[in-house]
């Protein structure tokens, strides 16, 4: 069982960057998605982008050109480069173990297995 923690969480003013983290306590397998959820108060979590161990990404809409997904295979990390926030990604952010369906990533819940306990990005 893979454990994942999240950090580079805070608080910033709109327009600023943030740079999220998700460290797997042990490599991951071949085909497996590693997506970034988020949940605002009152919503339901959506995904917002993730990488398989091939390197390709997949973004939601309301986040590309804005977040950049990548990953160090060597560190068992993943990141999430947030630039130009704005008060709508107000959320918490969940670093997520999955598979790919259809041949690539995935960014519905029900494609990921193993949660982080998720880390507090908020923008004012």
């Known amino acids: 069982h893979v454990q994942l923690v999240e950090s580079g969480g805070g608080s910033v003013q709109a327009g600023g960057s943030l740079r999220l983290s998700c460290v797997a306590s042990?490599?991951?397998?071949?085909?497996?998605?590693v997506g970034w959820l988020r949940q605002a108060p009152g919503k339901e979590r959506e995904g917002v982008a993730a990488?398989?161990?091939?390197?390709?990404?997949s973004y939601a809409d309301p986040v590309k050109g804005r977040f950049t997904i990548s990953e160090d295979s060597a560190e068992h990390a993943v990141y999430l480069q947030m630039n130009a926030l704005q008060p709508e990604d107000t959320a918490m952010y969940y670093c997520?173990?999955?598979?790919?369906?259809?041949?690539?990533?995935?960014?519905?819940?029900?494609?990921?297995?193993?949660w982080g306990q998720g880390t507090q990005v908020t923008v004012s």
């Open positions: 990488i398989d161990s091939d390197g390709i990404a």
């Open positions: 997520a173990l999955g598979y790919r369906f259809g041949g690539y990533c995935q960014l519905q819940e029900d494609y990921y297995t193993s």
């Open positions: 042990r490599s991951l397998y071949s085909g497996a998605c």
